[in-house]
DNA sequence: TTGTACGCGTTATCAA
DNA sequence: TTGATAACGCGTACAA
């Protein structure tokens, strides 16, 4: 087991010192044609590579962007993070992730965790309890520290730096839209408690495009789930609470959903109450996941183009990392808005 | 906004040395009551952390698994990364993702970037281009260099690493064995071209449930489907060859698929065929993910338990990683095979 | 053309 | 009780 070989020994080896072959590798003129095929021969013998970790503290970058999510086994952010990682790597980048799991602690942790010097700058998008709890000193910290953040999705107005979100209200008004343009009369949605900013926004959006078209929205056909992380016993319960939307609201026959579990499981009670899809009730969802482009029958879906999303987080945040040293174009914050768009499937008219 | 404060700037600020100031904080009893007080006062003040890289350079170490896998968006492997994650942070290390996209171009270069000092070892899966090539010279160099690989559901005997593994053959047979008990009598197998090693494993499971029962394998039964990475065409050519399939036998009573995507795809074609599910074709599949749970009906599978992979794989990598220094009980490397259980769902009787 | 010295931030060893 | 020095691996300004 041979280690990784350093400049240090091959300069021993060759007997020069370790600037010569440093400079050798960096086929610097300085040094004659002769040395410098010497060194670079040797060190391709023995499969040289500069250490990362030793350029990383010479340079104090490390090239590398901290990722924080709530959770990956989830279709958005794991295609947000496609996005990160493609644009990353080709801009010479790695990127390391840490999950919040939705909790404020873990975040705070893993946050700590990375900006001891691990990265540069971190991507992230906001935990629940985060948001519930609205303390976000740990992002004005890091912030302060000249680690730059970018927040996607799940952000908050009071922390300065570059943002990409999606245009929840549009999205949700072209998503109700196309309902009310089906026909439908009596639209519920079902949606999250307020604290998670892209729910809210999203109901927002349900409630606009109602106005727009002159139908007076009903409180009761407005649910709004407590999503902590979804276990089997949550399921039940957000099955429970949707059969009693429709029992009690049988005028019901369309249905925004926020996200893909909720319009499946909608789906799925409307069925058992002896619903057809879409001819009695039709369904729009938001998130274009595999659910919805698999199941049956595939839903009308908003695609939030969760890679773009990531893409341009990651420019984004390059873009800065790579500006700080020369200009001092700081404190100009960008928000960028993703233009969503209506896949339209077979749980629509 | 104030850099980072390094044990050098505390040192002069409080005209100390940097050693002092070091064994200050580390609570040396070398160092006076006193001077500790104030050097601890202060470096909380402001918020003093150790520089992550530089003691990553000292102690030749990162603390840092770098996972390389095919793809993220797909529920097994970020379940995977779930597990190897919750087991990292709770031993003190971090994950930094690599995606090879299914490419051995991609697998290779994405290695070279983290093997260059960045992380400690590596957990990963291997590409599909790569196993079909056959080319493993990359995972055999990083190993001679003396970084520890641990390998999880794709796998290549001939590398000596730490392996884990799903019993394919086994949970493939249960998967048989539960539509052969459920009264199927011609049951079809829907799987991966061989060069995938778990697709091999699941046909070979397949074949000796059959055998088992002493039903003869019909090769006209086995579908082989050549799977890239799944564009919309891919999908299209997907239920075309499973539309034949059905068509050119009529008697087919049950679906083995080797994943979900072609588990539901099956369902589809078989329902716009006019099969009813499961009364006239039952269905099984591997991988229980969020299509098996949520589509309607839901889906029998085979759970992997993606979680269980990732946090054996890195306890098998630490454990390593912290053994190394001490004792040299290496070249004696563990495959670690997790039990897959079936989850009846509605998909079979 | 080559080599020396320094610094990135930290800790460990040894000297004062 | 404190401090100077070396080392981790690299690149570079400057000296030879």
Redesign the interface.
């Known amino acids: 087991?041979?280690?990784?070989v350093t400049l240090k020994q091959i300069a021993k080896e060759l007997d020069v010192s370790i600037s010569t072959v440093s400079k050798a590798l960096r086929n610097s003129i300085e040094i004659s044609e002769d040395t410098r095929q010497k060194v670079q021969a040797f060190a391709k013998l023995y499969?040289y590579?500069?250490?990362?970790?030793?350029l990383?503290?010479k340079n104090r970058k490390?090239k590398?962007i901290g990722i924080i999510i709530p959770?990956?086994?989830?279709?958005f952010f794991?295609?947000v993070?496609?996005g990160i990682?493609l644009v990353a790597?080709k801009r010479g980048y790695?990127?390391?992730?840490?999950?919040s799991n939705e909790s404020f602690d873990k975040e705070v942790i893993?946050m700590?965790?990375?900006?001891?010097?691990?990265i540069d700058g971190f991507i992230l998008s906001i935990a629940k309890e985060t948001l519930q709890q609205q303390d976000y000193h740990h992002f004005i910290?890091t912030i302060?520290?000249?680690m730059p953040i970018v927040m996607f999705d799940r952000v908050v107005n009071e922390i300065p730096c570059d943002k990409v979100i999606v245009d929840d209200v549009k999205g949700a008004k072209k998503a109700v839209g196309k309902l009310i343009s089906g026909g439908c009369k009596h639209i519920a949605i079902i949606t999250t408690k307020d604290y998670v900013s892209v729910g809210k926004l999203r109901t927002q959006g349900y409630l606009e495009a109602l106005e727009d078209h002159k139908i007076n929205p009903k409180a009761s056909l407005i649910l709004k789930i407590e999503d902590k992380l979804l276990s089997d016993d949550h399921l039940d319960k957000l099955e429970n609470e949707i059969e009693q939307l429709f029992k009690s609201n049988t005028a019901i026959d369309g249905v925004f959903a926020v996200n893909e579990?909720y319009a499946?499981?909608a789906?799925?009670v409307a069925?058992k109450l002896g619903l057809e899809i879409p001819k009695s009730l039709q369904v729009v969802s938001f998130t274009d996941?595999?659910?919805s482009k698999?199941?049956?029958p595939s839903l009308t879906t908003v695609s939030q183009h969760g890679q773009e999303i990531g893409e341009k987080s990651a420019n984004l945040l390059i873009n800065r990392l790579e500006l700080d040293e020369n200009d001092e174009d700081e404190e100009i914050f960008e928000t960028v808005v993703i233009e969503t768009n209506l896949i339209e499937r077979e749980s629509t008219k």
Do not use: D, W
């Not at 590579?49 to 030793?54: E, M, Q, T, V, Y």
């Not at 700590?112 to 691990?118: D, E, F, K, P």
């Open positions: 087991m041979k280690r990784k499969n590579r500069p250490n990362n970790i030793a990383s503290l490390t590398t959770e990956i086994v989830h279709y794991s295609k993070i496609t990682e790597n790695n990127v390391i992730v840490g999950l893993n700590q965790m990375l900006a001891n010097g691990s910290e302060n520290q000249g579990l499946v499981t789906i799925k069925r996941g595999v659910l698999h199941s049956t």
